[in-house]
């Protein structure tokens, strides 16, 4: 049956291809009720953008924003902080990606930058950031005239960023050309690495304490830091402070620890992953990134500060938007792949679904995302918006952010047919007259098209197995239904044949008995040969939002991994072995059903 489908009722399971989308019921896996209060639940996913053109004048932001959040797929933008001021009655420019020039800041240079931002109507920018580099700081770790200038205006940043309900700051650390390379070891300066390393630690005591003051709850957004140093991996492990002495970010990891010992408990530091992010182009990438993250940042966090930096640092993973243009020498492995706007979708999906809060993605090639009359400067003919040079790429952002409703925003337009044979259960040779069937052979499905299993044992012991059974007295849209009951360990499932990088929506409506019961719905893989593969790409939901007469619905979307042939769709019931179940124990299943969904898989038309 096929129908128009709403996202309001949606629950999806997240691993490796698919996407969590909605928190759980809240049903434990034996059946137990669990308040939401007593279990975690991370913070909504966000992508901020990293372009260049974004407006750097907050008047000019303020008049466009209309235009400038007009149909951009993201949550929040990076701003360069640039500002006009006089100074000791001399014209300068304070810009946050050059040296300071000798500027120091109060807080009346920013009553008009502030007043600006305060005031914009932001109504989907949301998570807004001002950026800094580290390049505004002397590479003299010994000089207090110019560190006490340097941090007071890193301060007044974090200052304006709060008054201008922005989420927080960007510490760019990166060497550009233009930067002193401040965290590499410069011995002229007359002091030892050990003595510089001290001296640099507490130099991010200072800066942290600064900030923290201004903007107490702050995200101090880094594109890296402590990741930068997983390509020396062999040496974090065996000789971290030679590594750090002559490398030329050897000092940042002093300076973040001094940040970790001065951090207020209300702050958040982002890890943003920037070179490991842009390169990623398969869900092993993605998982070493969270490898790397655990295992070897934390080598060069001061064992005083683990805990502080386990509590207060969030995974971020980057995506770099030109290398799905034309920067392909760089990463020679999306050259290999013909279709960059499933591949960027791809990737970002995982970016986002791997990243703790934020995902971030940077153009600064050939891609814009605004013409010159929203960011109110000229923008050299050689820049194109980026839906003209890779069509798909903004719905590739809202499918990375919001699989499922994107999902079901292309299911109602195009209206595929289900999939499933006997998706509603109506097929069967085995109804009794009058209502429910008998009960039949329970390693036999009562149901055609669909295959049953049963769990017999557990840890030795055997389980006594409950009836797969069609009711003919109750349905969600019809008066027929797949009947479990008793069923502690148990599904039905059927296959499709599928191809790798096709997207699929599927759904089921379930209704329970009792209170011993839990319902899943479930995707699961199987090759060529019909042989189950990828125990760890399965995906499973429960069924969190009420139906009419009790039916509640919940939706899977997943794209089909390399290797797999088949796609399995399986209802499933369990219930603890320990249990007493009673004949009310049941749960009844409906309306089935399996769609694949056209233009956000590999090779198709993406503007369809």
Not at 218 to 240: E, G, H, K, M, Q
Not at 252 to 276: C, Q, R, T
């Amino acid at each position: 049956m096929t129908e128009r489908m709403t996202s309001q009722a949606l629950t999806v399971g997240t691993t490796m291809s698919t996407y969590l989308l909605f928190a759980f019921f809240c049903v434990g896996p034996w059946g137990s009720s669990v308040t939401a209060d007593e279990l975690w639940r991370p913070p909504k996913k966000k992508i901020v953008a990293v372009c260049p053109y974004i407006p750097v004048d907050p008047k000019i932001l303020r008049e466009n924003v209309e235009k400038f959040e007009k149909d951009i797929p993201f949550d929040g933008f990076i701003m360069r902080v640039v500002l006009p001021v006089i100074d000791n009655g001399a014209k300068k420019e304070f810009h946050g990606q050059g040296k300071s020039n000798g500027i120091r800041l109060t807080k009346e240079h920013f009553t008009d930058y502030v007043e600006n931002l305060k005031n914009t109507n932001f109504r989907q920018l949301r998570h807004n950031f001002l950026c800094v580099n580290s390049a505004q700081f002397s590479n003299n770790w010994f000089d207090d005239q110019s560190w006490d200038r340097d941090v007071n205006n890193h301060s007044l940043v974090a200052w304006a960023a709060k008054n201008a309900n922005f989420k927080g700051v960007v510490l760019d650390v990166e060497a550009y050309p233009f930067t002193e390379r401040i965290f590499q070891f410069r011995p002229q300066h007359g002091h030892s690495f050990e003595e510089t390393y001290a001296k640099a630690r507490e130099r991010g005591r200072q800066y942290m304490r600064a900030v923290g003051t201004e903007f107490p709850e702050i995200v101090l957004f880094t594109y890296f830091s402590l990741d930068f140093f997983y390509y020396n991996a062999p040496l974090i492990s065996s000789s971290p402070m030679e590594m750090l002495k002559s490398d030329q970010y050897g000092l940042l990891a002093a300076f973040m620890n001094g940040m970790y010992d001065a951090i207020p408990p209300g702050a958040k530091i982002v890890d943003g992953h920037e070179m490991a992010g842009y390169a990623a182009t398969k869900e092993t990438d993605f998982k070493n990134v969270i490898d790397n993250y655990y295992r070897r940042s934390r080598l060069l966090v001061a064992p005083e500060n683990l805990n502080k930096y386990v509590a207060q640092t969030s995974l971020s993973i980057a995506t770099y938007n030109d290398a799905y243009v034309s920067f392909m020498n760089e990463y020679p492995a999306f050259a290999a792949e013909n279709d960059h706007a499933w591949l960027f979708a791809r990737n970002l999906r995982m970016a986002v679904e791997y990243s703790d809060e934020y995902a971030w993605t940077y153009a600064g090639g050939e891609g814009i995302w605004w013409d010159s009359s929203v960011v109110g400067n000229p923008i050299p003919e050689k820049f194109k918006l980026f839906d003209k040079l890779v069509p798909g790429m903004k719905e590739a952002y809202r499918y990375a952010k919001n699989p499922v409703q994107t999902a079901v925003d292309r299911f109602n337009k195009q209206n595929p047919p289900n999939m499933l044979e006997n998706a509603a259960f109506a097929e069967s040779d085995t109804v009794a007259d009058g209502g429910e069937s008998r009960p039949l052979d329970v390693e036999k499905s009562p149901y055609p098209h669909w295959d049953s299993w049963q769990r017999s044992s557990l840890a030795s012991l055997p389980l006594l197995k409950g009836v797969f059974s069609l009711d003919a007295t109750v349905g969600c849209q019809d008066t027929v239904s797949a009947k479990f009951s008793n069923v502690r360990d148990g599904c039905i499932y059927q296959k499709c044949p599928v191809a790798p990088g096709q997207l699929y929506l599927a759904r089921a409506y379930c209704k329970v008995g009792g209170t011993a019961i839990s319902p899943r719905f479930s995707i699961a893989w199987m090759d060529a040969s019909k042989k189950w593969i990828f125990i760890e790409k399965n995906i499973a939901a429960s069924f969190p939002q009420k139906e009419n007469n009790g039916w509640k619905e919940a939706m899977l979307v997943a794209d089909v991994p390399e290797g797999a042939a088949f796609l399995a769709v399986l209802c499933s019931s369990k219930a603890s072995p320990a249990a007493e179940l009673t004949p009310a124990d049941a749960c009844w299943f409906d309306n089935v059903g399996l769609y694949r969904i056209e233009g956000l898989g590999r090779g198709e038309n993406h503007d369809k």
